[in-house]
Antibody
Framework: QLQLRESGPGLVKASETLSLTCTVS??????????WGWIRQPPGKGLEWIGT???????FYSPSLKSRVTISVVRSINQLSLKLSSVTAADTAVYYC????????????WGKGTAVTVSS | EIVLTQSPGTLSLSPGERATLSCRAS???????LAWYQQKPGQTPRLLIY???SRATGIPDRFSGSGSGTDFTLTISRLEPEDFAVYYC???????????FGGGTKVEIK
């Protein structure tokens, strides 16, 4: 059974770079029929898509975050990572990784999420 | 950029009633690329519907999706106690490539 697990610091200082990792188990990140993505949810608010990657490294990002986001994969250890630079309090959220269907772009498996607070 | 507007923001209903949730896109959306999710407090979102009308694995048949173009609907035929939650629609566009979520509809017990 495929499982995703996010990890990383729960507290990041404003203006610094947020770095998170998502470890995929029970399946391969090198699947040719899936993308992998990051989504976030600020406290009490809705879901916001951050970006998506294919195992080959092809990425596409939210236009509103594109200038600050980098998503990458490390196939050898079945991990994807998220880096978000120049963070502010508005980046405080629960960050989820998810698997996406390659053809129809829906998210069928989600990690439990990791909470990140940006402190001043 | 396509904007998804969900309505109503909150739906107050009793168990056993029918729930009708709307997701309206600012531009036409390919039906294949429209999905619905359920999120309960403190939990991860769960895929309900993909391709506008296909139920995900394990989703009860009281959940159904319909629509095309700019107007999509999630219907819960008879609300069960475990259905009270927030529901999100999500779409994908090909050019430029991007995903978007709607703002969500909260279904609460009346």
């Amino acid at each position: 059974q495929l499982q995703l697990r996010e990890s990383g610091p729960g507290l990041v200082k404003a203006s610094e770079t947020l770095s998170l990792t998502c470890t995929v188990s029970g399946g391969s990140i090198s699947s040719s029929t899936h993308y992998w993505g990051w989504i976030r949810q600020p406290p009490g608010k809705g879901l916001e898509w951050i970006g998506t990657i294919f195992y080959t490294g092809t990425t596409f990002y939210s236009p509103s975050l594109k200038s600050r986001v980098t998503i990458s994969v490390v196939r050898s250890i079945n991990q994807l990572s998220l880096k978000l630079s120049s963070v502010t309090a508005a980046d405080t959220a629960v960050y989820y990784c998810a698997r996406l269907d390659y053809y129809d772009y829906y998210m069928d498996v989600w990690g439990k999420g990791t909470a990140v607070t940006v402190s001043s | 950029e396509i904007v998804l507007t969900q309505s109503p923001g909150t739906l107050s209903l009793s168990p056993g009633e029918r729930a009708t949730l709307s997701c309206r896109a600012s531009q036409s959306v390919t039906s294949n690329y429209l999905a619905w999710y359920q999120q309960k407090p403190g939990q991860t979102p769960r895929l309900l519907i993909y391709g506008a009308s296909s139920r995900a694995t394990g989703i009860p048949d009281r959940f159904s999706g319909s629509g095309s173009g700019t107007d999509f609907t999630l219907t819960i035929s008879r609300l069960e106690p475990e259905d009270f939650a927030v529901y999100y629609c999500q779409q994908y566009v090909t050019s430029p490539r991007a995903l978007t979520f709607g703002g969500g509809t909260k279904v609460e017990i009346k």
